[in-house]
């Protein structure tokens, strides 16, 4: 069983920046962020990044490619999120999510292959 505690959440105006952090209480494979609009249900997470723990590989939602950085800190057992150049409708509960099962590359942005979720957290960007 793996735990997850996310961090990093909070209020930003659009065009600001926040880093979301992710921190697995064991061995992962891959981990990734999932966001969650306001009013929708679990099954309606949208993908948002992830990233395969051991070579790094990373993967992105077009909505977020160029804005959104995910990376890692193999010392630290964390995963980060920076997140720049925020838009309103960037505004969701963000969960990491996390797999102890090597994927394949089409697999990363599958909400299905994620066994272990976080509790989430929350980012609002003001218009």
């Known amino acids: 069983q793996v735990q997850l505690v996310e961090s990093g959440g909070g209020l930003v105006q659009a065009g600001g920046s926040l880093r979301l952090s992710c921190t697995p209480s064991?061995?992962?494979?891959?981990m990734a962020w999932f966001r969650q609009a306001p009013g929708k249900g679990r099954s309606e997470r949208k993908f948002?990044?992830?990233?395969?723990?051991?070579?790094?590989?990373?993967y992105y939602a077009d909505s977020v490619k160029g804005r959104f950085t995910i990376s890692r800190d193999n010392a630290k057992n964390t995963m980060y999120l920076q997140m720049n150049s925020l838009k309103p409708e960037d505004t969701a509960s963000y969960y990491c999510?996390?797999?102890?099962?090597?994927?394949?590359?089409?697999?990363?942005?599958?909400?299905?292959?994620?066994?272990?979720w976080g509790r989430g957290t929350q980012v609002t960007v003001s218009s």
């Open positions: 999510g996390a797999s102890n099962v090597a994927l394949l590359d089409n697999e990363y942005s599958d909400f299905g292959v994620y066994g272990y």
């Open positions: 064991g061995r992962t494979d891959a």
């Open positions: 948002v990044a992830a990233i395969g723990w051991t070579a790094g590989n990373t």
